[in-house]
Every structure is written in structure tokens, then in C-alpha cells.
């Protein structure tokens, strides 16, 4: 499973949000003073709404706009969970070279790491 866009995300969240009061697109659209299109493209992740828009939209369902960033963060908690096919993660070379160096910047290290021959990548074991 690729990474998910923080479009997709936000508007998955902003979808869920408005059904979850049971009001449509054109209510929601009207009290945000948005077009009801343009909307219907951000919740379905086809549009990149600026960040008066996307709080526009969340303060006609009741949020702020740190309230939508905050429950989009959680998705994509959420959503990085179910991608982790495995117990591996890849971090570019330059970080894990960083890593080593400054274990006490980011927390422990990781036992269990090796560099990969492909791409200069190294995995560390979850």
C-alpha cells in the first residue's frame, strides 16, 4: 500500500465529519461559503484546498482548523498502521548515518540495523 496524500486524508476526514451530522454537501458548501464542486473535489482528495478554505470547511462543521489537523493526523496514524506490511522500515542513508551519529536526537537506537545493498538504504528492525 503506497502512502496516502494529506489531500486524500483531509478530505476523507472532512467527508466523515459532515456525514457524521447527517448534513450534505450543499449545507456544509453554503455555510463555508465554498462552491459545492469545489468541495465535493476536496472531500474526494481531487483538489489541494488552500488553508482558508480547508478551514472554512471545518468551521462550518464545527471544528477549527486545528481541530481537522489534529483528527487528519490521527488517519494518518491510523493509515500508516495498516500499511506496515511488515516489522521493517526504510530510511534513506543520510538519516541512518545520522542516526548513528546522534542516537540521543530521535530516541534509542535501533538494534537489528543493517545497511541494504540497494539504494544505500538502510532498514531498521521495528
Request: hydrophobic fraction near 45%; charged fraction near 30%.
Amino acid at each position: 500500500m503506497k502512502e496516502p496524500l494529506w489531500r486524500d486524508v483531509v478530505g476523507d476526514v472532512l467527508r466523515r465529519e459532515r456525514l457524521a451530522q447527517d448534513r450534505t454537501l450543499k449545507d456544509v458548501a453554503e455555510t463555508a461559503r465554498i462552491s459545492m464542486p469545489y468541495l465535493s473535489e476536496v472531500e474526494r482528495g481531487l483538489k489541494e484546498a488552500s488553508s482558508e478554505v480547508l478551514a472554512a470547511a471545518a468551521r462550518a462543521l464545527g471544528l477549527d482548523l486545528a481541530g481537522l489537523l489534529v483528527l487528519a493526523h490521527e488517519e494518518l496514524v491510523r493509515l500508516a498502521g495498516i500499511a506496515r506490511v511488515s516489522a521493517q522500515r526504510t530510511v534513506p542513508a543520510s538519516t541512518a548515518s545520522f542516526l548513528a551519529r546522534r542516537p540521543d536526537a530521535v530516541g534509542p537506537r535501533r538494534s537489528g540495523a543493517r545497511t541494504s545493498p540497494l539504494h544505500g538504504e538502510m532498514r531498521l528492525a521495528a
